[in-house]
């Protein structure tokens, strides 16, 4: 294509046929490069930018991705590690992404502020819908109304829609965190914002995170009422109050908002609600369990977001006055180290069901197993489609020596499917079958673990334990 004499403006069309939609299990992913040549030939600039093909819609209060309803989970990540402080290198980035991913994260509001571009192509190439927002976090009502600040959030708004437009990705901008979104002042801020977004980017859904939509009087006075979709800081079973009270304030959002699909932004548990750390983690995993139950009640809810995957500094800790040490609300803590809750939201948001037992011969060893795998039903979060997943199992004995194995292609995930497996009594006084679901990406979905003892060796043989009605030590 050339350019006319003095031109600073060419367009061409381009397609693709067939196009490989772009899905947070099969994140197709296209790269365009552009080179500015002069009459020579020569080189004078280039520019190469990822995009991808894929409708993200919003129906009825429900999700759709490509035509398919879906309801995803993932969690919110500061930018923060003692080694690195604010400074991230790629490999931290990687480090943390890969491991929510293990974590089963589809989706993430990532944090308050915009990401680094290696953080965007990660989630181009592995699959996180992501709803990026700008650094407006608890500002008041006066901030709001205030033209500096305005003006300051359009620049920064405009920058972040026009470097990052092209993610496949990106499916909604936020506009702010916790703040007097339910002023007259703060919902003029969000109608200035939303009509601003909508001028840059018409295509993409614009809300914003909001704390006090669970307390709110009037919906029509509070910005919720003008947003594409709300998302709603949750933090019952902590600052806003016990987690009985869920059921009511669910229908009361639902009767306020009846047109409006809601992803819960944050939810999960702070340390100061309890006497340590360790108890703290015990108290996590309990809101965990609990509220992504009766969250998957809810229909019209499309998302969970869990506040936070690491412990992190803030400028302020939690308590007022307090801004010394790192803030307790991590599955994992400032230097990356399990907590017990780790397992519990890994278990919690696997997108499959997933049994297995032993298959006996008379002597009572193990020859085979049984297992079933299905979907996770529309009442529950996570819920989708699941294809082109498959199963890998293995069984190794008390030298860790591999005895059988196998795997099955599971191209279409709906109802229940089974998977056998058989082999010849194996000498050893123990052994693990252990067996993956993994997504087409490779990173694993479900895992399941049945171990056995030979009690003539002198070990535990914990099933013949459990039929008898003989306690199991843990």
Request: glycine residues 6%.
């Amino acid at each position: 294509m050339n350019l006319a004499p003095g031109g600073q403006e060419a367009s061409f069309n381009l397609r693709i046929d067939p196009v490989k939609l772009w899905h947070f299990d099969e994140p197709n992913v296209y790269r365009m490069q552009v080179d500015l040549l002069d009459a020579k030939g020569n080189l004078l600039d280039s520019i190469t930018d990822n995009f991808g093909a894929r409708t993200v819609e919003i129906k009825d209060r429900k999700l759709y991705l490509n035509g398919e309803p879906v309801r995803l989970t993932g969690m919110a990540r500061h930018e923060e590690s003692p080694w690195e402080g604010l400074a991230e290198t790629r490999g931290t980035m990687l480090y943390d992404y890969n491991d929510m991913k293990h974590l089963q994260m589809t989706l993430t509001r990532p944090v308050h502020y915009p990401q680094h571009p290696y953080i965007l192509d990660y989630c181009d190439r592995n699959g996180i819908l992501l709803i990026p927002e700008i650094p407006m976090w608890q500002f008041s009502e006066k901030q709001m109304s205030d033209p500096k600040v305005i003006e300051l959030a359009q620049h920064m708004m405009k920058e972040m829609v026009e470097q990052n437009y092209n993610h496949p990705s990106i499916f909604a901008w936020s506009v702010c965190n916790e703040s007097a979104t339910d002023t007259p002042s703060g919902k003029a801020y969000f109608k200035t914002m939303y009509d601003f977004i909508k001028q840059l980017d018409p295509d993409r859904y614009v809300t914003y995170a909001d704390d006090r939509i669970a307390f709110v009087d009037n919906p029509q006075e509070n910005s919720a009422s003008l947003a594409d979709f709300i998302m709603w800081n949750e933090y019952f079973g902590a600052w806003h109050g016990p987690t009985s009270e869920l059921p009511a304030v669910f229908e009361r959002i639902k009767r306020n908002y009846p047109t409006k699909m809601v992803i819960v932004s944050e939810f999960g548990t702070p340390g100061v609600f309890a006497r340590d750390s360790k108890t703290a983690d015990k108290l996590r995993s309990q809101v965990f369990r609990e509220q992504l139950e009766l969250i998957g009640k809810q229909d019209w809810i499309a998302g969970a977001l869990m506040w936070c995957y690491q412990d992190y500094r803030s400028h302020r800790n939690l308590w007022p006055g307090e801004t010394a040490g790192y803030v307790d609300h991590g599955v994992v803590d400032e230097n990356r180290q399990r907590r017990p809750s780790y397992s519990v939201w890994q278990q919690l948001n696997s997108p499959a069901h997933v049994s297995v037992e032993w298959q006996y011969n008379p002597a009572h060893q193990p020859i085979g197993f049984h297992a079933t795998i299905e979907r996770r039903g529309p009442d529950e979060i996570p819920s989708y489609i699941l294809r082109n997943y498959r199963m890998d199992w293995e069984l190794r004995d008390d030298d860790n020596t591999l005895v059988a194995s196998g795997t099955k292609p599971l191209p279409d995930v709906g109802p229940p499917q089974t998977l056998e497996a058989s082999w010849q009594p194996a000498k050893s006084k123990s052994l693990r079958l252990r067996l993956r679901l993994y997504r087409p990406t490779g990173f694993v979905a479900a895992e399941k673990t049945l171990d056995w003892w030979d009690p003539r060796a002198g070990g535990l043989n914990v099933e013949e334990m459990k039929r008898q009605g003989v306690p199991v030590p843990e």
